[in-house]
């Protein structure tokens, strides 16, 4: 059984400590993030949403193109409709824009392939034998995610994987992981652990009330923006998730 047992969370005023409690708390959900957590897909993101703001005349000029990669970088977690939906004149040219980014996203996922950080396939596996479900959140549309899940072959790794669009928002609010409780039948959202690389991943997962919130290193955010942004514990990578877990000894 995997539990919170030893770590004590701290989330401002509202303090849960798991090493005191009578019962110790199973962990239920591990609700990952994609970009930049779990799959290596930073730069093609990138890619796809330059072409994407070109393409549909978001960005004609060098300073709006400038301008349009400094909103995405600032944004990093963010729903890219709500990214695009800042930068279009209606929604009308957001969803286009959108529609665009999946395109091209597509186009270079299919031209190229992508990778997954190094140890996520392992932790998927380690999860799911330790019996403890698994989520992917992500910031891109589904067209994209299942993209994604069909080239990585994940499908059968994952219990459900959950876009803005069907969750109703995206980061920071807590829409993400708690439409990913519902969707796997945990019990109790305690018993949910939240891993991303972004300060709205952090933001999101505390929103949501999730018994530990898990920054890593691999994307967009270093340490200090983490755990300022509220995160319980920064790790290198998500391969480290499973000794925090105590996968290793399951």
Known sequence: MTTFDDIVVDHGDTRLSFVSDPETIEVELVVLDVTGTTVDDDVIVERAFVTAVKRTGIASTSEELDAAVGRLHATRGQSKLDVFRALADDDDSAERALDGFDDAYAEIVGAEGIAAMPGAEDLLHALRESGVKVALATDLSRRTCDVLLDTLRWKDLVDATVSPSEAGRGRPFPDLPLTALIRTSVSRVDAVVVVGDTTN?????????????????????????????????????????SELLGLDES
Do not use: K, Y
């Open 201 to 241: 991943d952090m933001l999101s997962g505390i929103a949501a009330g999730a018994g530990l919130v898990v920054g890593v290193l691999t994307g967009a955010h270093d340490e200090v923006a983490l755990r300022d942004a509220g995160a319980d514990d920064v790790l290198d990578s998500v391969a480290d998730l």
